[in-house]
């Protein structure tokens, strides 16, 4: 049923020769006699022999591929940025080899391994949501293949980086809060050690600081707190919430579940925010109201930036912050303007 | 700033010996003086030299890697098969290595030469809609490299297969419509090619012929016609329309903003099932009821039996067929039990 990869060594024993002149035939290597190398050329033929173009690669050093990390697809934010860096090398010819780290390092290590071994060109990548230590990453570096990181930061590693400005995103979300009349604004935190987290944090404090609306602790809750619900529930009780601002829409959507159960009117009552904007956020009533990362964009320029410097190694590195958009929705009031 | 990748040639070079001599250091391939050895090993060092799996690969003829070609990651399907995969394959010690086509032949083409060129153990793949021809998939057959379709059927290609049951799955959709009251059914049908069109359009039919409902003509329309939305509108107003049974759940949706704007309410006026309960049916309103395919049990399993076949190339085909699970939700009237 399943016929065995004939390899060299096959055609090689078959005739009685040395693979190393089978390979001079397949590959008008010179110094094999017209006769046998038309015999080999026959067998290989026969026998269904598939040149290896990752074999010539050891000598061109170039496999027109490039390697892509990502932690899960999931989220319609990756499938995203996969349809950007797609737009541009696709368009260049070079073909994308994509592992998944499931957010777990030990996963991501693998991949970076698994690419490397494949002979990538290059390799972009989001970094998992577990990683203290960055061994695998500098090892990229030092092997000289070109690496791209997008979303999130990690300061050790002097590489290029294309993010999404998560600060002035929050920034700006929690600020129109404000401005559409709310001042005691809940916060659900993203993952601890993940520098959009921070970000998107510092940038709702930033924006209370600005309307002068004194930082509550008693309103900021980690997102992966089993018993987040709860909390934000007796959270509405004991103080008198007018908004919540996600890390993420999936974020979102489970306060809106807290709100349903207690019969609060989203946005009447309590305005909500969330973070990606998610195919889901045009989906749900009423509409989220989300602040739009630019994926495809941010997909896009990465590419462009590590073709760059596989072409031209010289390419100096770059840091590129990609604006966010608020995109505006339901659960959100109107924008009163202020009386001139 | 950027380090070139060291090669055998560049240490041979250095040292002005062979790059086969350098090899066999680097190997312990004897016919090397020890004095020499040590040199190459020491400079091999100091250069950062990484051997490579893959030139070590092709003399074991294992890269412990698989490969998966999947149209895209847009739909939720195709991130929960590849759940499945890797919660198998992850688990045996094999790394996957991911190819997306965007449904588009030629790069479907691309993904499986550059999967067979990573020297990957074995491939899963979905085959992309554009698909007419299928010498690429015969090439991979030839090669020896296992092979597992999912999801869609290609009668020209004799391999193992992992499909859910489309016909029986459309067959108890329409089935419940009609047994909640419906008996004027639109169907919006997939894209032509694909065997999932074909098998749930004949599921439809062979419900309405279980009923001696007559198939009507005027109500199934073509899910990528551009004047959809057009058409099923003119449809309701000279159909006596009380239920849509939609490929998938985007059409379903496509459906919904129809009715919607007629202002026909779902489902006392007309009842809707989808196929493939995206999560995004959870999110809508009315909740859309729809075909669950299984898909993270469909990759689980294709990757089982992927599996026993790299691991023993004399394992017998197989072709398993899942039973879908009809999800019940807001979107169809409630049953009603045929009094005895």
Redesign the interface.
Known sequence: ???????ITDIAKALNVTPSTVSRALNNGGKVSEKKKQQILALAKEL?Y?P????RS?VE?K?Q?IGLIIP???H?F??RV??GI?SVT?KAGY??????S?EKKK?EI??FQ?L????VDGILATICKKNDEFDHLQEVL?????LVLMDRICEEIETSYVISDDFVGAFQAVDFLIQTGCTQIIHIKGPKVLSTSFNRFMGYKEALKKHLIAFNEDLVFEGNDPELAEKISACLKSNAVDGIFAYSDYLA?EAFKVLKNEGISIPDQVSIVGYADE??SS???PQLSSVNQKPFEMGAIAAGLLLN?IQD??T??EFKSLKTELVLRASTKTFKEIPV
């Open positions: 049923m399943k016929k065995k990869r004939v390899s269904g598939r290896n173009p990752i074999a050891l050093n496999t591929t899960e697809f999931t319609h990756y499938s996969l349809a797609e696709s073909q994308l080899l994509i592992c998944t499931n996963q693998k991949s698994t490397l071994d494949a002979r030092d092997s000289g293949t070109p959507f195919p889901i989906y749900v009533t410097q190694p010289e100096p590195l």
